[in-house]
């Protein structure tokens, strides 16, 4: 049998690690490639808006790349 001796330190930072990657897998496999429940890129674009999250250049990125996008052409 081989034995690897780590500090307690270590131990804890490969423990979190691990647990991070878990999560992201959980998540990952769940919801992360659902569709949008809407093709009308200007009803995404208006809730965005409504937000006051986002600024005037990123909504207007976004805009230009829903125009682009072939999921929400018409």
Same mark, same amino acid.
């Given at each position: 049998m081989?034995?690897?001796?780590?500090t307690?330190? +270590?131990?804890? @930072?490969?423990?979190? +690690? *691990?647990? *991070?990657?878990? +999560?992201?897998?959980?998540?990952?496999?769940? #919801?992360?490639f659902?569709?949008?429940?809407?093709? #009308? *890129?200007?009803?995404v674009?208006?809730?965005?808006? +409504?937000?006051?999250?986002?600024?005037? *250049?990123?909504? #207007? =990125?976004?805009?230009? @790349?829903?125009?682009? =996008?072939?999921?929400?052409?018409?």
């Open positions: 081989n034995t690897v001796t780590i307690k330190t +270590q131990y804890e @930072g490969l423990k979190r +690690q *691990a647990e *991070a990657y878990r +999560q992201i897998i959980s998540v990952a496999s769940t #919801d992360l659902v569709p949008p429940p809407t093709r #009308d *890129a200007k009803k674009i208006s809730a965005m808006r +409504q937000t006051k999250r986002y600024s005037k *250049a990123f909504l #207007d =990125s976004v805009e230009r @790349g829903l125009a682009r =996008s072939a999921y929400f052409r018409k």
